[in-house]
């Protein structure tokens, strides 16, 4: 099931960025699961990866390359992690970006490889080598759509956004992929995201938009907690638009901050929309907490605690589990004389107990629709913070119980 | 189901102790749901509350009354919790302790009250009051089976364990109780646990030894990771055995604490085995940590894991789940390469690699019986934690979807 989520009918080119796909049949049959993207000289690029130590051979190469030289290429296959194996796995990883880097005529530390897919099982390297020639001979700008396509493993739906702003008289266009179903999806790791402009961006500005909009979007979702090995999250800037983004005017520059955050938020949207077993898209919105961290560790904690997923599971307005899971998140100082708690709109509770005139009908009514927004107000402050998540349902269980099996 | 648990055929009573059950009818029907404890005098009390800052009306009552007396009576239902009703809801508690004392003859303070089930609806608190005098009538040493009994809410099996001792050539008696089958029960909250002894035993060491007790027992186990808002655990040592603990022997002082300390560990243990929807009974033992803290949050980050849960339910070898929700433990220093897994023995991983000769059939066949023991080697140290926990099963979600359903 997918909470009101289609794919996109069609993703703008990006002046500056050409990609190419293939079926180079890693675990799939008759659909493509190899990505080029060529990133144009002069662009500059910034990525965060996963948090997990547990990170997959292709991290470890992707930050290493990073770290010498600026990309100009990124190769993404779907179907293995490539994780979980050890020297052999750094290997492989290297092995592909040599024979890209030989066909794309470049350095091997300016291609980063991205996997995603089944943990453990050794990459099947001459099947994406053998097709580097081939992809590198493909490239074009109107590929964004099958690249958003050829990364999916169990996703259900592709995901894709693009925004054209006009900045200073500018014509600016942002396009943004990304796959992910789960935070891990049963042996099949990883969320990846691909975001570029044609927007000038200097070094630091890329890295600093990229940690932003990545902080209030795919850092403010979970479908189960599992944070995975393969997790990687990029902007290009790609220079070609004319446009720089050190001399926009101010509004110009806030239009712009505000388009590339909304995208990477729809990307992490649509994630949690086609996660793992979904029937409910989720809403947790913390207010009055005295600080952002607080409010972010009461609502994850929320997020993640089986018995609030049951009871959206079953729109059960069970609210002593809600408040229950915000008592005993990490370092909170909550005065549950203050607390109040909204479902879509309707008062549950009100300073720590059933509000006046709430009924558990009207709370089952509240909780009836796809998409549920649980908001509470701790009155002991004034940050808030908002995240997404799913229910916990039947199929999530047997989604991740029968995948191997 | 229940993975190899059968209630106690016999509770030993403990002298100093005498119980009585009552049907008040406060959830239940056809079966007792109140208990009453009491203590004689000249004994020693101590008890650890839940760390929910949400914490029920009884807990509230509790801490401040044992801070001010030692207890002659528990007052002890189940089928309301009696929390997340604010200042009424700690009305309701001091009711019940009034009517107990003027019942009993003691002070309002020398009375603890404990309450499991519902959250969020008003105690009848006349169904309890009116039982009191009854209760106190019927007092008697043995009666800790039926007290095991009225206290189970969603347990389907009753729990209690009992240990005889020579110390020093004295008998000494050890019987406890507990109720549970998730951290929270549905609506219903709450683990509780009540252990005796006729050990003496000074102030200072009841609440050490209750509190080492808990620490290798209660807060070593985890069905869903949610911390109830009613959680309690008290150890009431009454001195008539004739021993007392600050004059034992060394080794009748370690006979008697590993005694207790085990009595605690059965009780916990007990609580997984009736784990909702529990398929799976699982040790996770961490080793070679480099402290026990990190060994722990390593253990329960992956005992929280819904990936390594749903897997451990479809008996799956899914080692990547394992791996990777260590490698996203807080803190955890985690040299990968170093890392070794055992599923009941079998060496799955080794230094971060596949073990040699390691197959999927092999790692199958390990994971086919109702327990399991999940070892993980981190190679960093000398640390070790082991903790308890279940599996996540189509049960789970039906049990908590479908409870107010």
């Not at 490889?113 to 992809?135: D, M, N, Q, Y």
């Not at 961006?201 to 393969?230: K, W």
Request: with cysteine.
């Amino acid at each position: 099931m997918v909470i009101s989520l289609n794919p996109p009918e069609r993703l703008s080119p990006v002046k500056g960025i050409r990609l190419a796909t293939a079926a180079a049949g890693l675990r799939y049959r008759d659909r493509d699961d190899l990505v080029l993207v060529e990133i144009c000289e002069q662009a500059q690029t910034a990525a965060l990866f996963t948090a997990n130590r547990f990170c997959a051979a292709p991290v470890v190469i992707a930050r290493r390359h990073l770290a010498a030289a600026q990309p100009r290429y990124l190769l993404i296959n779907a179907g293995n992690a490539n994780a979980g194996l050890g020297e052999p796995g750094l290997d492989d990883a290297q092995v592909t970006c040599a024979a890209l880097a030989n066909a794309g005529g470049c350095r091997e530390t300016e291609v980063l490889p991205f996997s995603t897919g089944v943990i453990g099982e050794r990459l099947a390297v001459e099947k994406i080598t053998s097709h580097c020639s081939s992809l590198v001979g493909k490239l074009q700008e109107d590929a964004w759509l099958p690249a958003a396509q050829a990364i999916m493993t169990t996703d259900t739906v592709c995901k894709g956004q693009s925004r054209q702003l006009q900045l200073d008289g500018k014509a600016v266009t942002i396009t943004g992929i990304a796959k992910g179903a789960g935070m891990i999806r049963p042996d099949m790791a990883t969320m990846l995201a691909f975001v570029a402009t044609d927007l000038e961006v200097g070094p630091e500005q890329a890295v600093r938009l990229v940690r932003e909009a990545t902080q209030q979007s795919f850092h403010c979702i979970t479908v189960d907690g599992d944070t995975s090995t393969n997790d990687a999250c990029v902007l290009m800037a790609t220079a070609r638009s004319g446009a720089r983004f050190s001399e926009l005017s101010t509004p110009a520059m806030q239009e712009f901050t505000r388009a590339l955050n909304s995208l990477f938020l729809s990307l992490a949207q649509a994630i949690v929309r086609d996660g793992e077993g979904v029937t409910k898209y989720i809403c947790i919105r913390i207010e009055q907490a005295h600080s952002e961290k607080t409010a972010r560790d009461i609502a994850f904690t929320i997020a993640h605690s089986p018995l609030v997923k049951t009871s959206a599971f079953a729109s059960d307005p069970n609210w002593g589990r809600i408040v229950a899971a915000a008592g005993r998140a990490p370092g909170a100082a909550l005065d549950m004389d203050r607390l109040s708690l909204y479902i879509n709109g309707l008062a549950v509770i009100e300073n720590g107990q059933p509000a006046p005139g709430y009924t558990e009908a009207a709370g089952s009514q509240a909780m009836q629709g796809e998409e549920l927004e649980l908001r509470l107000a701790l009155g002991s402050g004034k940050a808030t913070a908002q995240i997404w998540t799913t229910d916990l349902s039947h199929d999530y269980v047997r989604i991740n119980a029968e995948y191997r099996t």
